[in-house]
């Protein structure tokens, strides 16, 4: 079969590869649309999980079921799923802990991509299907089906990460696609004000469709002073971070109100370590509760995200500004990812 491969940091391209074999509890799919993240750019071109020679790359997408293992009881060939980033082993310990995304280690749910060959690909192995895909709702469109694999629970969890509440005052750093997922969690969870951080026009106008009130440019000074002038020097009372840098964490901090929460879901590439302000932390007893984490997978989480799109409560359209038809558009969505454009907000490829 072919896959786009990373063949080495800084190098892609098409390869042939044996097709996956299909395992008692696993499911061989073949995309029906597949869409371009950030964390692409990130593998191949920053390097940011380490060497790998002709991995296939890609995490998210939709797919036809092609064959299953005689153990799986609830998919069989010619469903139509939705295929999430994280596939954990559901047995694991961590997962029976309630942190599948780390199952059989640190950050190792996510495997497509990361430990094995991802999505961009003629067929795609997937383990414990009856816990990882989730039937694609009838007459959903596949290029916003992608948008379920990462970026809807991405963007979303920064929200549950910073425990937002009815009438909360958030700060969502950051209105890439994963930002723009946060903005629409923290208003459907009962955010009041929400201050959105980012520069690009289509983002801000997205932004403004999901939900936020307010916005504010990174590049017009530290982002925590231009928060404390807005809200007469109190603070917002839950921050969730899609974007920026190690150096984002202490205007976070600075910005959050004392009992305040910070959820992390943006990937810190660079430094070694992140900078707590000590007195704006309350010199260590201000209760500004940091958070980071991967977005959990599994098909309930899944099927429920699925339910506000075809319930009309989310509308993933807006994050679809490059739609392209066929294989051949991949690497160009690609590279696409990586130079963003101005008008880019989301790249997907319909096969
Ligand atoms: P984008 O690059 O599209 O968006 C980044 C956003 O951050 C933009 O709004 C950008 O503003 C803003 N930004 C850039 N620099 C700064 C800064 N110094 N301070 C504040 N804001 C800044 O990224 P995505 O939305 O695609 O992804 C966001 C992050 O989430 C990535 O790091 C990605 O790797 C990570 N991610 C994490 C996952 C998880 O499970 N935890 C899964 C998927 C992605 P501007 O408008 O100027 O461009
Ligand atoms: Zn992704």
């Known amino acids: 079969m072919k896959g786009y491969a990373m063949l080495k940091i800084g190098e892609s391209g098409w390869i042939e590869k044996e097709a996956p074999v299909c395992g008692p509890n696993d499911a061989i799919v073949k995309p029906l649309a597949v869409a371009i993240c950030t964390s692409d750019v990130h593998t191949l071109w920053e390097g940011a999980i380490g060497e790998r ?3 296939i790359l890609g995490h998210e997408g939709c797919a036809e079921v092609v064959e299953v293992g005689e153990c ?10 939705l295929l999430p980033a994280i596939t954990p082993d559901w047995n694991s310990l961590e997962a029976q802990a309630g942190y599948s995304m780390h199952s059989g280690g640190m950050l190792a749910g996510w495997k497509f991509s990361n430990f094995k060959d991802g999505v961009f690909a003629e067929l795609i192995h997937v383990n414990d299907a009856d816990g990882n895909l989730a039937l694609m709702p009838e007459g959903m469109d596949v290029a916003e089906a992608c948008m379920l694999s990462d970026m809807v629970p991405t963007g979303f969890h920064a929200s549950e990460l910073a425990d937002v509440q009815f009438g909360d005052t958030c ?9 723009l997922m946060a903005v629409a969690g923290a208003a459907l969870r009962g955010a009041s004000r929400i201050i959105a951080v980012g520069t690009r026009p289509n983002c801000i106008e997205a932004a403004r469709g999901y939900g936020a009130t307010d916005f504010i440019s990174y590049k017009n000074g530290p982002i925590g002073e231009q928060v404390l002038a807005m809200t007469d020097g109190k603070g917002v009372d839950k921050v969730l971070i899609a974007g920026g840098d190690v150096d984002t964490f202490k205007e976070a901090v600075v910005a959050v109100k004392p009992g305040g929460k910070i959820g992390n879901v943006n990937y810190l590439g660079f430094g070694d370590y992140i900078d707590i302000p000590r007195v704006e932390w309350g010199v260590g007893m201000g209760h500004k509760e940091i958070n980071g984490g991967l977005m959990p997978g599994g098909r309930l989480r899944m099927e429920k995200l699925a339910s506000l799109v075809t319930c009309g409560r989310l509308d993933l359209k807006p994050l679809l500004s490059h739609v392209f038809h066929g294989w051949d558009h991949l690497e160009e969505a690609l590279f696409l990812m990586r130079d963003k454009p101005a008008d880019l907000i989301k790249p997907v490829v319909v096969i």
Request: aromatic share 4%.
């Open 72 to 81: 799986v009881h609830d998919f069989k060939p010619g469903d139509r799923v």
């Open 53 to 55: 020679h002709n991995m």
């Open 171 to 179: 700060l969502v750093i950051g209105i890439g696609p994963v930002g």
